[in-house]
């Protein structure tokens, strides 16, 4: 049943591809029958796939965005489960604090904010350097609130009572941005005698749709001179022009990740979104 549902998924989406929408409107419901009776991880994938291809297929808009605090509420339970952004923000602390070995004056620059999950172990590796932490300066960027709440103090707010309790100085900006390409160097008041690092963690392929994105990105990070840019992205071919081949792509990625996740050790229960 497995084999057939991938089948049938495959050739929903070639149905789509070929704009034949009555035989992928028929496929569709199929996938949605076989999907039932899977468990785990090939259950939830073709669940999600059948809703992305039942959208295309009837041009309905996505749904609205979840509101922040539910959003930050998933998204931490995903970091305390699993340990692909652990590792991740890990990699990427040891090479900055490389880079800034000497260092009085630091200034992160971090493209992919949320909840800042990524700082208080910097921070604490900083407090335990020899001769004494530097002056540390964060910059944290991301997009508008959905549900009009300060998001980026907040997180700031609570990182700087860290910085306190360890004896760090510390010194933080929240800037909201809708799309990196908007950025320029000269926004985030760089200054003198600081050293720059610059991090980003799954956001640059969210600019291959627009045209020039990941280029102005990089003119403005070349800008900004930095000792070190640390960058985390998905090893996944999700945006080539052929509808079928980012399809074909989409699933066997996110096969695979949802098949790690429930590896990780979660219930079912737990992991259903």
Known sequence: TGIRLVHTLMACAKAVQQENLKLAAALVKQIGFLAVSQAGAMRKVATYFAEGLA???YRLYPA??????????????????????????????????????????????????????????LMQALALRPGGAPSFRLTGIGPPSTDNT????????????????????????????????????SMLALRDGESVAVNSVFELHGLLARPGGIARVLSAVKDMKPAIVTIVEQEANHNGPVFLDRFTESLHYYSTLFASLEGCGASPVNTQD
């Open 55 to 57: 959208r295309r297929i």
């Open 64 to 121: 609205q965005p979840l509101d922040s605090s539910f959003s930050d509420i998933l998204q931490m339970h995903f970091y305390a489960t699993c340990p692909y952004l652990k590792f991740a923000h890990f990699t990427a602390n040891q090479a900055i604090l490389a880079a800034f070995e000497g260092k009085k004056r630091v200034h992160v620059i971090d493209f992919s904010m949320k909840q800042g999950m990524q700082w208080p172990a």
């Open 150 to 185: 300060d998001h980026l103090h907040a997180v700031g707010w609570k990182l700087a009572q860290l910085a306190e309790t360890i004896h760090v100085e510390f010194e933080y900006r929240g800037f909201v941005a809708n799309s990196l390409a908007d950025l320029d160097a």
